[in-house]
């Protein structure tokens, strides 16, 4: 076994070199390095490197640091772990590649971001798609009603004789209702985006849609209570209760006309000109079917023509060009003028 290096330094040194170290002591580890034989191993190096240079108490020096930034306050000891930010940031500190930990950003000028459209709407696709489906579902278990209710719009018959519904037909039509105002909401969405402008105040496409759909079960709704209200007043029970089902079948029957429309524009890009002329068919041709009705229900016995008009202009003309007079203003005042 090897003694301590430490005990037999006297053994490892040799006369010469002694003598050579007597007049001055080493001050530096590399001058005890070179008396070493050169064989010494690691271990017999550092015992001597230990042996030579004893551990000293460190004292930092109590004068003030003068060596600061002009400006600044003078820096504090560099025990304190508080050391201004100068000291511990610089121009790069916060840049990415002079830290790898963080993760970086994207570097170049942003380019134009892709426009909405309904067709990469999710959401909407899915709400179509599940329409259609209960739609079609719904017409194969009362297909028989549809045929008598639509052979009813255009066949006057000489016996008032109302069609019965059960209350899984009359609630298909209240979903038909609904689903034909979404239908028009998203009509009035791409006319708006189209001729009004495509950066709105709202946060989401969303928002504008159902604000749409508000208006057109509001316009639905009150309609159908101001018929109610007048034709209390002047006809009979049995002939408002056959009027409310008609009017329903025919609201249901505007959905599933401008179904296609919404479909072809929102898939194959069809031009807005196309899709507004055929709305406005529907439009007319529902209109037309409307005062038929009204005049076969109501005005059929007493043969009135100044009163069917008049009838016809003030329920049904001049609520739709109000509407649709305040769909237009609403795009307009939500839209945001550059």
Known sequence: MHQDSITVEHNILSPEA????RP???????QVLRMLPKDATPAQQDSAIQATFQPKEIRYSSRPDTLHIP????????????????????FFSKDTLFHPEIAGGRYGVAGDPVPYTVKSDDTISILLILSFIIV???????????????KSCFYLS?????????????????FMVVLTSLLWSLLQYFYTTHYIGTTFILSSQYHLIAIFLGMNLSYFILKSIIYAGVNTVFFER???????KTLLFLVSMEGVMIFPAVMVRSYFDIPIQS?????????VFVKLLTFYKSYAIFFRQIHPFFQIILYFCALEAVPMAAFWGAVAITGNYLNINF
């Open 71 to 90: 400006g600044h306050e003078i820096g504090k000891s560099i025990k304190d772990v508080n050391i201004p930010k100068y000291y511990k940031e610089s």
């Open 24 to 30: 001055a002591k080493p001050q530096h580890p590399y």
């Open 275 to 283: 899709i507004t002329t055929y709305a406005l068919i529907v439009v």
């Open 18 to 21: 002694t003598e050579q170290t």
């Open 238 to 244: 049995k002939k408002n209760v056959q009027w409310q």
């Open 158 to 174: 000489h016996r008032e004789s109302s069609i019965s519904e059960t209350s899984i037909e009359i609630r298909f039509q209240i």
């Open 136 to 150: 079609m579902v719904s017409f194969s278990k009362s297909k028989l009603f549809f045929m008598r209710q639509l």
